[in-house]
């Protein structure tokens, strides 16, 4: 009698051994050389298509080892390399080696972390994981929450958590339409573009967001932000919650959030944290008085994929009272048949996913191998390398130094010699970056971002990376210059910006 039922997915022990060996193999001598490739080949789309080719859907099926084997090849040559020591570019962390291995083994078992009992063990692991990443940033390990894909989903998990918290009930079943009163978010300006998002997705429009101004910090103004709450308040709005942001996209600055935190007591409004990126920062001793009022926030987005280096994806939405998730998220449909008895936990009541890989899993194991110390080494050395950036930057007589908050530098290029009286000149300038980081973009010498500071288009690095070194700082500097050199003069031979 047959055994076990033919099917072309299934792989014979030996099979997959074997192929998952040659895998092993080809990624450990990518993890070994990865200082010495270029960070990206700079090649276009239409490039790449070639490089895959145009077949169509093939009708027959192909072994694994040649299929995976051409996929390792494709993806270790051909990639943008986010763990390079010299990728700085917007805000991905260098991805943790053991969170690669944790994926095979999440996906070999494959919990759907949606429903305790299809994910005993798994659901287990998340709850720790959370409460380590509570712990981590030193909230109450009472908080509650749930790993998600990213900054964005952590961002609107709990914003949803916060309109049921404050908003009126009836809102739940007559919907946002039938609703008299008029919703109002508050968010310093510098806040990442999740949040027109959330308003045009949970009902509010993008116009119930109040963008708050910064101070010359680029710190929200926390006075303005009290005023304009008070004249909503006199103008019939209902204020539902202010988000304060530790560690801004652009230039990483933390807000007042212990002024937030006073300001949201008194109008009773939900006070929500965006600290996707820059919160672990938490954990240097010297930083932490920066975050001072984050123990006072109603919810928390923070994100592994970036200065905790879990790889892609995964975000974190903690909440003080998670009972604000359940009340948000849980239906009871006659089809699912979970215990929901006390102590049993059930993720797809915490968010707004249903079924959920198991992405804990190489969050968990990243934490346990760095450690707390191990965490404050690799963040406090990103700092170190970004104010040496900074430092560098200012010395040298073709960089302008902008900002240095957190591990985000940002400056710019400007020529020697060049005609500061000219009415031009900022334009110019803007132009000249702009072709300056497309360049280096492309280059792969190293990758940057950009970042547009008070009308001035700057060069941006966000060192996440426990690759980076001191010479690497030393070596994008001269890269730097001598690109800007280049394009300027390119720029004065021809005439033409
Ligand atoms: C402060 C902040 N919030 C939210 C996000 C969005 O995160 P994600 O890209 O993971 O959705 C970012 C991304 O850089 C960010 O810096």
Request: charged share 20%; aromatic share 8%; hydrophobic share 40%.
């Amino acid at each position: 009698m047959e055994k076990f039922r033919e099917s072309p997915l299934e792989i014979s022990r030996e099979e997959f051994r074997k192929t998952g060996y040659q895998l092993i193999d080809s990624v450990s001598d990518y993890l070994d050389s990865i200082n010495s490739l270029r960070v990206t080949l700079g090649e276009t789309p239409v490039e790449l298509q070639k490089v895959i080719g145009n077949s169509s859907f093939p009708d027959e099926g192909s072994s694994a080892q040649e299929i995976l084997s051409r996929a390792s090849g494709l993806l270790l040559r051909h990639s943008l390399l986010n763990g390079h020591p010299r990728f700085m570019g917007y805000i991905t962390g260098s991805p943790s080696p053991i969170g690669a291995l944790a994926d095979l083994l999440a996906t070999a078992v494959n919990p759907n972390v949606g429903a305790n009992i299809l994910s005993p063990i798994a659901t287990e692991i998340e709850k720790q994981t959370i409460r380590w990443l509570a712990e981590l940033i030193g909230v109450s390990p009472a908080y509650g929450g749930l790993l998600v894909s990213g900054g964005n989903m952590a961002n609107f998990t709990a914003f949803l958590a916060a309109r049921t918290a404050k908003a009126p009930a009836s809102i739940r079943e007559d919907g946002i339409s039938n609703s008299t009163q008029k919703l109002v978010v508050y968010c310093p300006v510098t806040t990442h573009i999740w949040i027109e998002k959330a308003a045009v997705l949970f009902g509010l429009g993008s116009k119930a967001i109040r963008w708050i101004q910064t101070d010359s910090d680029n710190i929200m103004d926390n006075k303005a932000l009290e005023q304009t709450i008070q004249s909503d308040l006199k103008n019939g709005f209902m204020p539902l919650l202010v988000v304060g942001t530790a560690g801004d996209v652009s230039t990483g600055v933390v807000d007042n959030l212990a002024g937030i935190a006073v300001i949201c007591k008194k109008y009773d409004l939900w006070f929500h944290v965006d600290g996707a990126y820059g919160l672990p920062a938490i954990i240097i001793p010297e930083l932490k008085p920066l975050f001072n009022g984050i123990a006072d926030a109603d919810s928390i987005a923070l994100d592994p994929h970036k200065w905790l280096y879990s790889p892609l994806e995964a975000g974190c939405t903690l909440v003080k009272d998670p009972g604000h998730l359940v009340g948000t998220y849980s239906f009871h449909p006659a089809y699912y048949n979970f215990d929901t008895a006390d102590g049993v936990q059930n993720y797809y009541e915490y968010g707004l996913q249903n079924s959920r890989g198991f992405r804990a899993l190489k969050v968990w194991l990243t934490l346990q191998q760095a450690g707390r110390r191990g965490y404050e080494k690799m963040i406090g050395e990103d700092i170190r390398l970004s104010k040496l950036l900074f430092e560098k930057a200012k010395e040298h007589p073709e960089l302008e130094a902008m900002t240095q908050n957190l591990s985000i530098t940002t400056f710019r290029y400007v020529p020697l010699n060049y005609d500061k009286d000219n009415d031009q000149k900022e334009a110019y300038l803007n132009k000249l970056n702009e072709l300056l980081v497309n360049e280096l973009q492309q280059g792969g010498e190293l990758f940057l971002s950009n970042a547009v500071i008070n009308g001035r288009y700057c060069l941006r690095a966000c060192i996440v990376n426990f690759r980076t070194s001191e010479k690497d700082i030393e070596d994008i500097v001269e890269i730097i210059v001598r690109e800007g050199r280049k394009i300027h003069n390119r720029i004065r031979e021809s005439g033409k910006l």
